[in-house]
Antibody
Framework: QVQLQESGPGLVKPSQTLSLTCTVS??????????WSWIRQHPGKGLEWIGY???????YYNPSLKSRVTISVDTSKNQFSLKLSSVTAADTAVYYC????????????WGQGTLVTVSS | QSALTQPASVSGSPGQSITISCTGT?????????VSWYQQHPGKAPKLMIY???NRPSGVPDRFSGSKSGNTASLTISGLQAEDEADYYC??????????FGGGTKLTVL
């Protein structure tokens, strides 16, 4: 059973960089065939896809966030990470890491989500 | 503003059937058979309920079904149960991005 777990600071100051890591267990990122994404959910709002990374390191970002987003992978630790720069209060959200078996394919495994608050 | 349009809320009584719509364009819902539906209970991560318009993952009750007509996809829940009360989100592949979501629909079981 694949499990994903987000970790990182729950509080980030405005203008700083939000950094989160997703640890995958029960399956290897480097086995290929899957896309590893980040999605966020603003409080009481809908879902917004942020971007994905493939085990090879290739990435694809939501055009609306592309200028501020970096997603990276560390196959040796079976982790992938999100960095979102120049954050504002509008970036306050629950951030989920998740897996799909293709670009545009459904998300079959989700992390539990982690709330990140942007505040001074 | 979400890319896909869903009703903010729907309601039904136990045992009844309800349908949630998800309206997009020919660049997303209407152009591809890659519509998914997710169920989210408060404080929990979303759960995949329907994929590729009408397919159910293993373990999802057959009370849940999906369909599509033109630019509108639909999720139907028959034999409504109290545990079905949750938020539901649709998602679609698009010509400009792998995934876009609807704004979500709150289902209330009366």
């Amino acid at each position: 059973q694949v499990q994903l777990q987000e970790s990182g600071p729950g509080l980030v100051k405005p203008s700083q960089t939000l950094s989160l890591t997703c640890t995958v267990s029960g399956g290897s990122i480097s086995s290929g065939g899957y896309y590893w994404s980040w999605i966020r959910q603003h409080p009481g709002k809908g879902l917004e896809w942020i971007g994905y990374i493939y085990y090879s390191g290739s990435t694809y970002y939501n055009p609306s966030l592309k200028s501020r987003v970096t997603i990276s992978v560390d196959t040796s630790k079976n982790q992938f990470s999100l960095k979102l720069s120049s954050v504002t209060a509008a970036d306050t959200a629950v951030y989920y890491c998740l897996r799909s078996y293709g670009s545009g394919s459904p998300f079959d495994y989700w992390g539990q989500g982690t709330l990140v608050t942007v505040s001074s | 503003q979400s890319a896909l349009t869903q009703p903010a809320s729907v309601s039904g009584s136990p045992g009844q059937s309800i349908t949630i719509s998800c309206t997009g364009t020919s660049s997303d819902v209407g152009g591809y058979n890659y519509v998914s539906w997710y169920q989210q209970h408060p404080g929990k991560a979303p759960k995949l309920m329907i994929y590729d318009v009408s397919n159910r993952p293993s373990g999802v009750p057959d009370r849940f079904s999906g369909s599509k007509s033109g630019n509108t996809a639909s999720l139907t829940i028959s034999g409504l149960q109290a545990e079905d009360e949750a938020d539901y989100y649709c998602s679609s592949y698009t010509s400009s991005s792998p995934w876009v979501f609807g704004g979500g629909t709150k289902l209330t079981v009366l």
